[in-house]
């Protein structure tokens, strides 16, 4: 089984990595929203008891998150292995899923971290603009509108959601980065870790990891 955990931070660009990663590997992709979504859905136990936290919006526990996850590496489709998304989040919980790969007799096999600066995330996350009768969303740079802050389908004016704005992404950044780079050296110091320049095109970040993920062939 091969366990891999993938590593960004936000606008990093993990959710397009993981699918090409999914097809070299051929083993899932777990990402901690859609598993937790699954769970409600079928009803388990600890979906239902997820499903208590979220609904009022507050972080499901490590304990139930791992269970979660236990249930779902013990599912037919992961038997040659995982890509882990979103999870661990924190050296804690780096620490709850190397115990809970031990109790398999596995650990992180790699750790692929796609490494954007805090500069360039912000770049990337706060430039969102949306049309403000209709929702269609621009980006500063990625999608810009052809006039500045008018939509290009309906004309209507441009609007930054709290959310989107600088000061708010740079706040919430400065949290997620300092988990984050915790459970960079916690996979640094297993010696699994491998990082790859995220500044680089889509196609050049693929073929980074892959290479990273060819090391774990030889
Ligand atoms: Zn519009």
Not at 25 to 50: K, N, Q
Not at 92 to 114: K, N, P, T, W, Y
Not at 204 to 216: F, K, M, Q, Y
Request: glycine share 10%; hydrophobic share 45%.
């Amino acid at each position: 089984m091969t366990v891999v955990v993938l590593l960004g931070a936000p606008g990093a660009g993990k959710g397009t990595q993981a699918a090409a990663l999914r097809e070299r590997l051929g083993c899932p992709h777990i990402a901690t929203g859609d598993l937790f979504r699954a769970a409600v859905r079928e009803g388990t136990p600890l979906g239902l008891e997820a499903r208590r936290y979220m609904d009022v919006g507050a972080l499901v526990p490590d304990e139930v998150t791992i269970g979660v996850l236990r249930e779902r590496l013990a599912q037919p489709d992961a038997a040659l292995g995982a890509i882990l998304d979103g999870f661990p989040r924190t050296a804690a919980q780096a620490d709850a899923l190397d115990a809970l790969l031990a109790e398999r007799g596995g650990s992180v096999d790699i750790a692929l971290l796609i490494d954007v600066p805090s500069e360039e995330l912000i770049r990337r996350l706060s430039g969102r603009w949306i049309c403000s009768t209709a929702g269609h969303v621009y980006h500063a740079v990625a999608r810009p509108s052809r006039t500045p802050g008018v939509c290009d389908v309906d004309g209507s004016p441009l609007i930054q959601r709290d959310d989107d704005r600088e000061e708010t992404i740079r706040a919430r950044l400065a949290r997620q980065l300092g988990a984050l780079e915790e459970v960079v050296e916690h996979y640094r110091a297993a010696g699994v870790l491998h990082a790859v320049d995220g500044r680089r095109s889509i196609e050049a970040v693929t073929a980074d990891l892959l290479a990273g993920l060819e090391r774990l062939d030889g």
